[in-house]
């Protein structure tokens, strides 16, 4: 019993110390309700920080955007969401989804997705790309795989074909390159879920789970690296993390509809096209859970 209550104990310490370390922000829109549950998961270049898109727009950027979503009956869906999309964003007109955050941070970015999707978001989590580095130390290496030889300057990602046990700094290069493949953002929206799914992977393994030390400094640099909205705490997070499993463990990590990857734009140079009565279809299905499943 003893050995019981210090388990429990230690647990619910950790919780509360991790949860108060997330910074908050006012991000959701209060727009009605759609069944299920929707997360917004973006990747962010600096935490408050000014800095400047692609694009020419000031601000923080978002490089990162996923759409988290538990259907009513259980199933649940991850969508990398293009950052070049061309999407109407309140108050501006076309512009790359990217450009919401910069314009308007998260509230923005959140209120476009919902108007782009259909999905009311219910929680937004925001990570902050240097965090990526740290949380990754903590946990000691995660296992990426990549199927060329690869010495990026841009992103600084140095790896030989094949899979590799990586630290921090080659992690976050990893999530970050893109101009070495021809694929541009759509190779890199793999790499960034095969990530994910390397990071879920060492943390729950025995030799972390089983290890305060790395416990502690694992949740520190979790929560430090973390933006949410008002009222999603570390409880939250977690479930998240559990739905991002599940999605990817059943095969629930889906692709856009794309019409045209290189569309020309007067704002925002090329982008990514999307036709309105597909992405209505891909996620009303999403939405209710009936989105078909890839094979194999």
Known sequence: MLVLLIVVGWGAGLLLWSNSRIEHVDALSGAA????????????????????????????RTDTIMLLHKAPGGNSYLVSLPRDTLVDIPGHGGYKLNAAYSFGGAPLLVETVEDFTGLTVDHYVEIGFDGVSQVVDSVGHVNLCIDQDVDDERSGLVMSEGCHDVGGEQALAFVRARYFDPTADIGRQERQQQFISALMDRATSPSVMLNPATQVRMAGAGSDALTASEGTGIIDVGRMALTARSAMNSGGTLSIPIE???????????????????????????????????EG
């Not at 925002?268 to 890839?294: C, K, N």
Request: negative net charge; without cysteine.
């Open 33 to 60: 309700n759609t069944p299920g549950t929707t997360y917004l998961i973006a990747g962010s270049d600096s935490r408050g920080g000014e800095s400047v898109s692609d694009d020419g727009t000031a601000g923080a």
């Open 260 to 294: 045209d990857p290189q569309y020309p734009t007067r704002h925002s140079g090329v982008a990514v096209l999307t036709d309105d009565e597909d992405i209505a279809a891909f996620f009303g299905a999403i939405g209710d859970g009936t989105a078909e499943l890839p």
